[in-house]
């Protein structure tokens, strides 16, 4: 049994112990604390508010908040109206309820001075707007968060203003890092540009009830290269990160022309990314050809993952772009989609899998997998996760092998290794890395091997050409993992797209 779950066993028994002695005092059979359900059926009857309360604590989410605001109603009984002592009663339950429940001082009065209590307009509207932020605040923490596709880097599997929920029970909700922040604010308050933030009070790394993300999840998480950035989102934000800069015109000169926008984020503040996991920790990835392999295992194709195919038209032809639109084919000239190779009437078209098996091209017409070679402009070997030299001829579609780390596991330090997981181990991991000739300190001390303190993860998006995923940055630590992306609630272009409201993601 882990710590975190002895921590949360003995909250709960502390708290109900704490209940069992306001029970008594209440005149309540006291063991009836004990028993879920029926200890707030008792408060229920106590307090004298109506019976249906008690059946819609058994709505999902909702019915938690139900369920303290019954002991709310409860502890007003003794007498206890002022907001200080309602909050304790719901955020520190372990300490306020033995005290209640056990203090000489504290009686109970009864529903003759709830009766007699009068509250003003002025406190009833404070009450219910505390309140509210308070539950909403919960539930994007722990629960579940609703977040907008702002990228095309998930297409067609999630689009441009699809609007999701994502689970944080999916893998665990995670303590915030940063816990004094503006409620449903990121990381930049609106208008002013200033932090939401304070690192005054920073918590480590912490999640509850952790359960590790599957291969193929749809994920959200914190981008991990976000921990540093040049302030600029114009020419910069997420698109250009600093380390990209950095690799191109090196630290000195970075810090010299940027320094006054280099900032930092703690691992929650950073930006928000979704894509889809293809490999876990433990696995070898390697991508061949466009086809991803973990461990030599084939990954499956998903019907509304998109990647670039060259269209071959002969010469002798007119290329009819509605045409080729009315094959199922999204093309945007004003994006990219559809865009000429060498020759005039050769194409790069974006489409899906189902796309591809569905369209009827016709006969003339010659479709081919498009593979950029390393040398390519947008795709080179040097701007590609651990960034080796164009000589290693590692591309978008031909990558790897590459083994992601795992927790508990252990590796030698050789020189490759140091290039692949050093910013693991010193940023991630929290740890001191220096290599002096041929020997290698970790937090000062000579070393030939490390073990992983985490799992690790790597992300891609399903637009495989058009995405800025690991390939280009690298693994994503399980404490960046936010949440996995459920339900499309709402999805908008030009209006609703009501084929895609409450459309599950798979």
Not at 223 to 233: A, G, M, R, S, Y
Not at 319 to 327: A, C, I, M, R, T
Not at 361 to 378: E, N, T, V
Not at 453 to 458: A, H, I, P
Request: charged share 20%; with cysteine.
């Amino acid at each position: 049994m882990s710590i975190r779950l002895v921590l949360l066993l003995l909250v709960v028994i502390v708290s109900l112990i704490g209940l069992y002695g306001m029970f008594k005092k209440a005149g309540i059979t006291p063991w009836k604390a004990f028993i879920p359900f029926l200890n707030s059926w008792c408060m229920v009857e106590k307090t004298e508010v109506k019976k249906i309360w008690f059946f819609l604590q058994f709505i999902p989410i909702a019915g938690f908040f139900v369920s303290l605001w019954i002991l709310i109603k409860f502890v007003e009984l003794f007498g206890r109206f002022n907001l200080l002592h309602h909050a304790a009663a719901v955020f520190l339950p372990f300490v306020y309820l033995p005290y209640m429940g056990f203090s000489k001082s504290e009686r109970f009065a009864g529903l003759a001075v709830v009766k007699n209590y009068k509250k003003s307009t002025f406190r009833e509207w404070i009450d219910a707007a505390v309140f509210a932020i308070v539950a909403a605040t919960l539930i994007r923490t722990f629960i579940f968060e609703a977040y907008t596709i702002p990228t095309p880097s998930m297409e067609k599997t999630l689009l441009v203003n699809d609007f999701l929920f994502v689970s944080k029970f999916a893998y665990g909700p995670r303590i915030p890092n940063t816990p004094i922040a503006m409620p449903f604010v990121h990381h930049t308050m609106p208008f002013t540009g200033t932090k939401s933030y304070t690192e005054v009070v920073k918590i480590p790394y912490t999640r509850w009830f952790a359960h590790p993300v599957k291969r193929n999840d749809v994920v959200v998480f914190n981008f991990p290269v976000n921990d540093t950035f040049i302030d600029d989102e114009v020419n910069f934000g997420s698109r250009v990160t600093y380390y990209q800069v950095e690799r191109e015109i090196g630290r000195d000169q970075t810090w010299q022309q940027f320094g006054n926008l280099i900032k930092t984020r703690p691992v929650d503040k950073r930006e928000n990314f979704i894509k889809r996991c293809v490999a876990i920790g433990g696995d070898t990835l390697r991508v061949i050809n466009g086809v991803v392999y973990t461990s030599g295992i084939q990954q499956p194709d998903f019907p509304d993952m998109e990647r670039y195919y060259e269209l071959q038209v002969p010469e002798n032809e007119f290329v009819d772009e509605e045409k080729l639109e009315s094959y199922g084919v999204n093309i945007r000239l004003d994006q990219g989609d559809l865009a000429p190779l060498d020759k005039r009437n050769d194409f790069l078209i974006n489409i899906t899998n189902a796309e591809k098996r569905t369209v009827q091209f016709p006969s003339s017409y010659r479709l081919s997998a498009f593979l950029p070679p390393a040398d390519d402009a947008h795709y080179k070997s040097s701007d590609l996760f651990p960034y080796y030299s164009d000589s290693a001829k590692w591309t978008v579609d031909n990558y790897g092998p590459l083994w992601i780390p795992k927790k508990g596991v252990t590796i030698e330090l050789t020189a490759d290794n140091l290039i692949r997981y050093g910013r693991c181990i010193r940023v991630y991991e929290g740890n001191t890395l220096e290599v002096t000739g041929d020997k290698v300190l970790l937090n000062g001390d000579p070393t030939t091997h490390y073990t992983f303190k985490m799992d690790y993860y790597w992300m891609m998006g399903d637009n495989r050409h058009n995405s800025l995923d690991s390939r280009y940055w690298g693994f994503v630590p399980e404490d960046h993992v936010v949440g996995k992306a459920s339900l499309i609630w709402f999805s908008w272009e030009n209006g609703p797209r009501w084929k895609r409201i409450f459309k599950t993601i798979k």
